[in-house]
């Protein structure tokens, strides 16, 4: 396969805050907006080699090893040195304005940008840029994806690049559910997150060249996104973090991939090979039966309704006040909804669907009666399962099987009580902290690219000078 980016500059919301306000649109450019006068901003240049294959100019910028000349001999501190400057810090009194603000505000943020992935597939399928227009074919699958990291200062900070972090959506969303948690997690790691093949902004399969409906395996998304990972971070080790179907993408990536270091699933579809059709999919799965576009537009109620309704029973009810069904008109589902208003989207869910009830025991192990299943003995990555307990499309005890049956996996699990089924849109910032946490185990403190104190504070009034302290202590290459 032979794969390359055609990258390009395209407004995108840069401030996505955890009311889901509407936020400004933002274009990248080589200088930042005013109202962005203090934020570092990743637009990095490089030179074209005329015989390659890929362009990525979303690439963060890599620090320059300095000559032996201008290197510093510089004495680490001792275990009691050590001690010592933890105790002033921790024992500071020093009083700042941050006090009256969430400490994210004073992590280094940086604008996002978007891109363009080309997989070279073997299977022509039949598609169209919009609704009117004629049906074309193709070999070329366009992924749309959005890419938030760390600034230039911050990876700057020490030799070590920043950790790679792959974020997959569920089925009825698209990378857009992903944003805020992007936001939040982009000053430590580099975060991609990505419409799979049929949503969002990508590519949408209606079916193949020669006949017949598009194969819609789990493993078809995720050899696409293996090698877009080999292409946007080659050679490099990542980690990965899927929701509900994502989750499961997220599991056969870590059966087929070497350079995964780990992988987060959140409400994942279970291990049950009666899990589907659930019930809160049943709108979805009587319409298999549509044999054309036109018995869409004839429907009693839209599919963009019924797929906002799954979304709200997807989200919290238990406390209406707090991120549940009075989050369903924010700004992330209505972005997420928009994909809705075209046919071929409609379409795509319901082939899946389709797809899915007919070959439900793909979470299972691959065996003879299972030929589709999955490679459970090569998962041998790292794995934390998380759970809501207010989570109705899947079961949340479901979560204590995996560690017995992803066998050569370190296998964790975290139970939310009060989360969804959406949980990545429900609270992001618990989500993103459990990231964190997870890479941080994993790779080491010192993995991340900004000083993690939390994002509501420590109500001390120096979280400013605490994380400025922390990244000079652990963080700057001595």
Same mark, same amino acid.
């Given at each position: 396969?032979?794969?390359?980016?055609?990258?390009?500059?395209?407004?995108?919301?840069?401030?996505?805050?955890?009311?889901?306000?509407?936020?400004?649109?933002?274009?990248?450019?080589?200088?930042?907006?005013?109202?962005?006068?203090?934020?570092?901003?990743?637009?990095?240049?490089?030179?074209?080699?005329?015989?390659?294959?890929?362009?990525?100019?979303?690439?963060?910028?890599?620090?320059?090893?300095?000559?032996?000349?201008?290197?510093?001999?510089?004495?680490?501190?001792?275990?009691?040195?050590?001690?010592?400057?933890?105790?002033?810090?921790?024992?500071?009194?020093?009083?700042?304005?941050?006090?009256?603000?969430?400490? &994210?505000?004073?992590?280094?943020?940086?604008?996002?940008?978007?891109?363009?992935?080309? &997989?070279?597939?073997?299977?022509?399928?039949?598609?169209?840029?919009?609704?009117?227009?004629? &049906?074309?074919?193709?070999?070329?699958?366009?992924?749309?994806?959005?890419?938030?990291?760390?600034?230039?200062?911050?990876?700057?900070?020490?030799?070590?690049?920043?950790?790679?972090?792959?974020?997959?959506?569920?089925?009825?969303?698209?990378?857009?559910?992903?944003?805020?948690?992007?936001?939040?997690?982009?000053?430590?790691?580099?975060?991609?997150?990505?419409?799979?093949?049929?949503?969002?902004?990508?590519?949408?399969?209606?079916?193949?060249?020669?006949?017949?409906?598009?194969?819609?395996?789990?493993?078809?998304?995720?050899?696409?996104?293996?090698?877009?990972?080999?292409?946007?971070?080659?050679?490099?080790?990542?980690?990965?973090?899927?929701?509900?179907?994502?989750?499961?993408?997220?599991?056969?990536?870590?059966?087929?991939?070497?350079?995964?270091?780990?992988?987060?699933?959140?409400?994942?579809?279970?291990?049950?090979?009666?899990?589907?059709?659930?019930?809160?999919?049943?709108?979805?799965?009587?319409?298999?039966?549509?044999?054309?576009?036109?018995?869409?537009?004839?429907?009693?109620?839209?599919?963009?309704?019924?797929?906002?309704?799954?979304?709200?029973?997807?989200?919290?009810?238990?406390?209406?006040?707090?991120?549940?069904?009075?989050?369903?008109?924010?700004?992330?589902?209505?972005?997420?909804?928009?994909?809705?208003?075209?046919?071929?989207?409609?379409?795509?869910?319901?082939?899946?669907?389709?797809?899915?009830?007919?070959?439900?025991?793909?979470?299972?192990?691959?065996?003879?009666?299972?030929?589709?299943?999955? @490679?459970?003995?090569?998962?041998?990555?790292?794995?934390?399962?998380?759970?809501?307990?207010?989570?109705?499309?899947?079961?949340?005890?479901?979560?204590?099987?995996?560690? &017995?049956?992803?066998?050569?996996?370190?296998?964790?699990?975290?139970?939310?009580?009060?989360?969804?089924?959406?949980?990545?849109?429900?609270?992001?910032?618990?989500?993103? @902290?459990?990231?964190?946490?997870?890479?941080?185990?994993?790779?080491?403190?010192?993995?991340?690219?900004?000083?993690?104190?939390?994002?509501?504070?420590?109500?001390?009034?120096?979280?400013?000078?605490?994380?400025?302290?922390?990244?000079?202590?652990?963080?700057?290459?001595?």
């Amino acid at each position: 396969m032979s794969l390359f980016f055609d990258n390009r500059t395209t407004p995108i919301p840069i401030e996505l805050g955890e009311d889901r306000s509407p936020p400004p649109l933002q274009t990248l450019t080589t200088q930042p907006p005013s109202s962005l006068a203090m934020t570092p901003l990743i637009v990095p240049t490089r030179p074209i080699d005329e015989q390659a294959l890929l362009t990525i100019t979303t690439e963060p910028i890599m620090p320059k090893e300095k000559p032996e000349e201008e290197k510093k001999e510089e004495s680490k501190l001792t275990t009691e040195e050590l001690n010592q400057t933890i105790f002033n810090l921790l024992t500071s009194e020093k009083q700042e304005i941050s006090c009256a603000c969430e400490t &994210w505000n004073y992590y280094s943020l940086t604008n996002p940008s978007e891109g363009e992935f080309i &997989w070279k597939s073997d299977l022509p399928i039949i598609y169209r840029e919009k609704c009117d227009d004629n &049906w074309l074919s193709t070999t070329n699958y366009r992924l749309i994806y959005s890419r938030w990291g760390p600034s230039e200062k911050s990876l700057n900070l020490n030799k070590k690049s920043a950790e790679k972090v792959l974020l997959i959506h569920d089925a009825l969303d698209s990378r857009k559910s992903w944003w805020c948690t992007q936001k939040l997690l982009s000053p430590f790691v580099d975060t991609v997150s990505i419409d799979l093949l049929g949503s969002g902004d990508s590519i949408k399969p209606r079916g193949l060249d020669q006949g017949g409906k598009f194969p819609w395996f789990f493993k078809a998304h995720a050899m696409s996104l293996i090698d877009f990972t080999k292409t946007i971070w080659p050679g490099e080790e990542f980690y990965v973090v899927g929701a509900g179907w994502g989750a499961q993408i997220a599991a056969t990536i870590a059966s087929m991939s070497d350079k995964l270091k780990g992988f987060i699933m959140i409400n994942p579809p279970g291990l049950s090979k009666d899990i589907f059709p659930e019930m809160h999919y049943l709108d979805f799965y009587h319409l298999r039966n549509i044999q054309n576009d036109d018995q869409f537009s004839k429907l009693p109620v839209c599919l963009s309704s019924k797929a906002r309704d799954v979304f709200i029973m997807g989200l919290t009810s238990s406390d209406i006040g707090h991120s549940g069904r009075d989050n369903a008109d924010s700004n992330t589902i209505k972005l997420i909804m928009k994909q809705y208003m075209k046919i071929d989207r409609q379409r795509v869910l319901i082939d899946q669907i389709n797809h899915l009830s007919e070959n439900p025991m793909q979470c299972l192990p691959k065996t003879s009666q299972n030929p589709n299943g999955l @490679e459970i003995e090569n998962i041998k990555a790292p794995c934390l399962i998380i759970s809501g307990g207010n989570d109705i499309i899947y079961p949340s005890e479901q979560r204590n099987l995996y560690p &017995w049956v992803y066998y050569n996996s370190q296998v964790e699990t975290s139970y939310f009580r009060d989360l969804g089924h959406f949980a990545h849109i429900e609270d992001p910032k618990l989500i993103s @902290e459990t990231i964190i946490d997870f890479v941080r185990e994993k790779s080491g403190p010192s993995c991340l690219k900004d000083a993690f104190i939390g994002f509501l504070g420590s109500s001390q009034g120096n979280e400013r000078s605490m994380i400025n302290d922390i990244k000079s202590l652990f963080l700057t290459e001595n």
